[in-house]
């Protein structure tokens, strides 16, 4: 399997797919490079999955194209498009064993008798599950009916694999090993690969680049350090790791890329914060912070731009680190999460106190 | 846990035992007292002689007629079985892909068991008679100079009974097919199987035990029907019903007539027994109590 070229140059052009007066998708582009793994992540009901069965040819789009290394898609039928796909359900063929399962796609390409066999057993072999190919699908776990579906969709070599979901009806444990193991799969096959997942970690943990979806539409693409450490809007700040959110007036922009632009919350507090791009967002700004962060003391810190007093109302273990919420007089709630022994000792619930953090992890997003 | 499982089985009997009463009293006695009408007497020159006897039996099996009626009896249901399967696969199909189109086909295939038998048999008969519409088109079309006869023959038996039975095939065949997960269809198809080969490979296995329900239920009303046989068959290659009518009716032989009653009776039941057996025995692998 070694000797095969690597995976398709994948490319979605403007793809619109309406539903009565609701519109699933709407104008969504974006580019897949060979043996990328890419992620479709949002919230449910966006558009992922439409997505993803348009790529299939299971869905026609109302307008737009899909094209693998170049050759326009939307007119191919979904059996002549040479992709494999995982579901939720593993939607295996439930009259056929398991060897037989993986054989399919195989038999579908009228291979000789000798072939499709060496190259199932080589498939399931690639999941280890050898020792079950004359299992029936009812007779396995759901982790290996979802290997078996794997191997049932790479026997035949695709050059692109598409997944749905695929690990979210198993386990956490499992899923977590399923995550890695599939990544490794993919990158060692160099597969173009499209996942669709609303688990923020499940995208982190094995795409390349996240798409972050909203109603149809992408709201940003990036990898996922990226995505984290620079989300563009409020929603995408919102749902990949948490935010705490300041509405900010700024006082000017400069131009100048990354600029510190000084401003004021609606409560008055002065806060100083950066602009990716040197200006202010059109829409109305919104200064974000991660809870990681914000540091939290007992005094006023001298040297900190940023800095609010307040009263501690939670102070959460969570096992590798604690979260303290702080309460300011003006009624925003800050988060400030660290490792147990970073926390001022001391401190507890009710008691007064300063949550501070460092202008350059105060960054100015979109308010939408 | 024990004693729970118990009570959940004793108050199961209970709710069960309204049907067995009602199937004793309504479908074991009558066909009982049908059996023990076929041996208690015989018809010999137009006297009834009673005491126990088997010669009723002995009589359907020495002669020609009788055998030649309750094969071409058989092999009827057997026809219009076939036939319906082919032509109830695509309206299943439709149904089972549900929307608008599904429920319109849903209505076509459901809405002719409103009108009744006899109503809809004598449609036939007006259709393919000598002067029907059906041979007025051929002959005006100028397919056919002098048309065939197709009333009274096996044929307009066959068109007749294939719609008068259609819906008790596709009914079971359109819930076993909406049963089979989308996404198994849609696998099918990733892995590069055009519409035919899903339907062979995927679909048409998948749906055995619908398609048995659906084969077995046409089988049995066309083999014991009697309305359909008698207004477009007519006397001349009579069904095995026109055959009972006749002797208890109009030779009121009714122990000979209920001879050949039980014939059909077992015939048709261990034909059936065929089917679903075979249909169990095809899918017991995928089908049997999941997960252990
Ligand atoms: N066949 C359909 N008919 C009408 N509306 C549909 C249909 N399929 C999807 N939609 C709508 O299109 C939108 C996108 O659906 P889609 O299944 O792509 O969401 P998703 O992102 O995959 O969500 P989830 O995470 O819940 O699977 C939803 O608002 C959904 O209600
Ligand atoms: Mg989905």
Redesign the pocket.
Known sequence: MKTRSAGAHLAIEAVT?T??K?K??DAVSLVIEPGELLA?L????????????IIAGL?DPDEGEVLVDGLGMVRLPTHRRDMGMLF?NYALFPHLDVISNVAFGLEMRRLPRAEIEERARRALDRVQLSAYSGRMPRELSGGQQQRVALARAIAYEPKILLL??PLAALDKNLREGMQMELRALCKQLELTTVL?T?DQEEAMTMADRIAV?R??RLEQLGSARAVYERPENRFVAGFIGTSNFFPFAGERSTGALGATIPGRTPGGDALLAIARDGTLPEGGAMVAVRPEHVALSVSRPAAEANAMVGRLTQILFRGAHMTAVLRTDGGQEIVASAPADALPPGLAEGDAAWAHWKAEHALIIEDK | MMSRARADSLSGALLVLPAIGFLLVFFLAPNLLLVGYSVIARMEAGVMQYGLTFDNYVRAFSVDLYWLVLVRTVRMGLMAALVSAAIAYPLAIAIAQGGLFGRVVTLVVVTPLLVNVVIRSYAWSQLLSRQGALNWALTNLGIAENPPQLLYTEWAVLIASVHVFLPFIVLPLAAAIGAIAPEIGQAARMAGANRVRVFLRVILPLSVPGLAVGLSLVFSLTAAAYVTPQILGGNFSPLIGTLIHQQVLALNDWPFGAALASLLIVLVLSINLVFLRGAERLTRRWTAGAGN
Do not use: F, N, R, W
């Open positions: 797919k539903y009565g609701a699933a998708l479709l949002g919230p449910s009901g966006c558009g992922k999955t439409t997505l993803l069965k869905i939720q749905d979901e669709v609303h979806m109603a149809g």
